[in-house]
T-cell receptor
Framework: GAVVSQHPSWVICKSGTSVKIECRSL??????MFWYRQFPKQSLMLMAT?????????EQGVEKDKFLINHASLTLSTLTVTSAHPEDSSFYIC??????????????FGPGTRLLVL | DAKTTQPPSMDCAEGRAANLPCNHS???????VYWYRQIHSQGPQYIIH???NNETNEMASLIITEDRKSSTLILPHATLRDTAVYYC??????????FGTGTRLTIIP
């Protein structure tokens, strides 16, 4: 399957600082990428859908000014958590959508970024 | 509003076939059945998907009933590395993936 990478894999930061997470599709081009968040013992929750060259679409309840998403190329999307607070500590996972045979679309996920805000 | 129902947990002996059921009685004609799994502290891994025909790849087989109201993911020879949470998701093309609570599969040595 296609490969999606994330960087960094984990980050610890002080409250009030901003953190940028990168998501790359390594062997395919992705016009659409997605950002998810997962709290301990819970399932993945979609935060936003990122389309190359246009503004991201945020899910209800997700603050777009706090979670800045940039999808500047077909292989890179970034999520910036601005003014991070301890409640933003979570596992952030991106995915990229590959269009494959017969118009079937498949999302491939990155390994995730664990954020701890002190 | 979950579109799928899965048992919360299952055990399977190492080396045996693991059969994971999923009910999706309200599936629409244009919705595919996707399976992903998530090993602890990792991102979800794509396994397989299908529309109405049975599918097989190097990881698993997907059996979809004729009425498409349920499906079964089969891992033919389970290993300890198959211990994970398995998610069954129904989704039409261009719709977002919505994860439920999945089935926690534990492979027993």
């Amino acid at each position: 399957g296609a490969v999606v990478s994330q960087h960094p894999s984990w980050v610890i930061c002080k409250s009030g600082t901003s953190v940028k997470i990168e998501c790359r599709s390594l062997d395919f081009q992705a016009t659409t990428m997605f950002w998810y968040r997962q709290f301990p013992k819970q399932s993945l929750m979609l935060m936003a859908t990122s389309n190359e060259g246009s503004k991201a679409t945020y899910e209800q309840g997700v603050e777009k000014d706090k979670f800045l998403i940039n999808h500047a190329s077909l292989t890179l999307s970034t999520l910036t958590v601005t003014s991070a607070h301890p409640e933003d500590s979570s596992f952030y996972i991106c995915s990229a959508e590959e269009l494959i045979r017969d118009s079937k679309e498949t999302q491939y996920f990155g390994p995730g970024t664990r954020l701890l805000v002190l | 509003d979950a579109k799928t129902t899965q048992p919360p947990s299952m055990d399977c002996a190492e080396g045996r076939a693991a059969n994971l059921p999923c009910n999706h009685s309200t599936i629409s004609g244009n919705e595919y059945v996707y399976w992903y799994r998530q090993i602890h502290s990792q991102g979800p891994q794509y396994i397989i998907h299908g529309l109405k025909n049975n599918e097989t790849n190097e990881m698993a087989s997907l059996i979809i009933t004729e009425d498409r109201k349920s499906s079964t993911l089969i891992l033919p020879h389970a290993t300890l590395r198959d211990t994970a949470v398995y998610y069954c998701i129904v989704r039409a093309v261009s719709e977002k993936l919505t994860f439920g609570t999945g089935t926690r599969l534990t492979i027993i040595p």
